[in-house]
């Protein structure tokens, strides 16, 4: 029995809830869900006027009271949606204010006027004078028009009114949004493409160089390079991904530009503190810039050495990552036209990707060129797909 009984409880909660979605759907379909608002909105009014529930309830049942409460429901009713669809489009926003006003005004008047003259017509229907049936002296003809019609006109016209242009505003800040975010990734996706160009340019142009000096050290410089080129092709087409994948792409990076020193007179430190699982994500392409930058202008000398130190760490999700190189002021100034590309595009990646949420220091001094940067990183939400 009490399996019966259950199985009778949620049959009725699934009748229940199917009855009510098909008289939501009813009414959404043919608007019904106004004309019951309007009816309730002045059914309120009234009450709120005459102090009594009960009292109209006694009047809207009487032809007289019905002819005066239907007055106030379709004449409001046509002109508030007059207001809404026919002055607010055609005027107000096309930027018409003043018109847009004195046509409301306008309306608002009309309507007044018109409920007015249906207080005559109840009284017809009641065959009484207007001023017995509803109290008011002879002397005072205007009170309908100035104590009932035009407040209750002005409250309703407002009211339609204010719901109306918050939903526009709502709407508004939503398309909004929508652009922005497409402005956003199509801006991103224009920077992300303007800096893999220049580096698979820089790349490919330092193993053209190395297959003459080096045949060896060239193909070693091939598979690290197919490697970066998997990474660039298949696992980095996503807003964010993991930190430790970007990490192994820097390290890489690094390996194939180290093949093309002079190891006797460079030093390069490198400190990744790859151990650490981190459960971070980052944006791709934001550290690479700054040590490729480092490699490219890195001093030549001679009689000193010629160094290169790179050093991340995570202090509470926040990145710290330190790059700096020995630095030949006279090649910087040669290289001046053509660098700089990569490090634009990074800076507006981050200013883009990373608003209030990294800070970059640029040092220059005749003998280093020092950058830190300071990011906040998020944990990994999603388990992105990779591919093996």
Known sequence: MGFVYCMVIQLLKILLVKTLSSFISILERYKIHHILFWAFYHFAWWSLFSGSIAKVFESILLPYGIV?????VVYQALGVYFCL???IPKFLQKGKHLVFFLSTIGVILLMAIAITVN????????????????????ETPLTIFKHNALPSCLGATTLGLSIKLTKIWVASQK???????EKLETELKFLRSQFNPHFLFNTINSIFVLIKKDQ????????KFSELLR?????????????????????????LQKLRQDQTNFELHVELNKTTNYNLEIAPFVL???????????????????????????TQKALVFYVSNSRNVLEIAQDSNTSGIGLNNVKRRMELLYPNAHA????????????????????????????A
């Open 68 to 72: 005066k409460y239907l007055g106030y």
């Open 85 to 87: 669809y026919v002055l």
């Open 360 to 387: 970059l220091d640029i040092i220059k001094d005749k003998a280093k060129y020092k950058v830190a940067l300071r990011l906040q990183l998020n944990e990994i939400q999603i388990k992105k797909n990779q591919i």
């Open 216 to 223: 060896e050290k060239a193909s070693n410089s091939l598979v």
């Open 119 to 138: 207080y005559y017509l109840a009284a017809l229907i009641a065959n009484e004078s207007v001023y017995e049936l509803y109290n008011i002296s002879p």
């Open 288 to 314: 690479i810039p700054f040590v490729e930058n480092a490699f490219k202008h890195v001093s030549h000398h001679k009689s000193s050495k010629n160094w290169i130190n790179v050093k991340l760490g995570i």
């Open 175 to 181: 398309r909004q949004q929508v652009l922005e975010k």
């Open 231 to 255: 990474y660039q092709l298949y696992e980095c087409n996503e807003p964010f991904i993991a930190l430790e994948r970007e990490l192994n792409y820097l390290e890489n990076f690094i390996e």
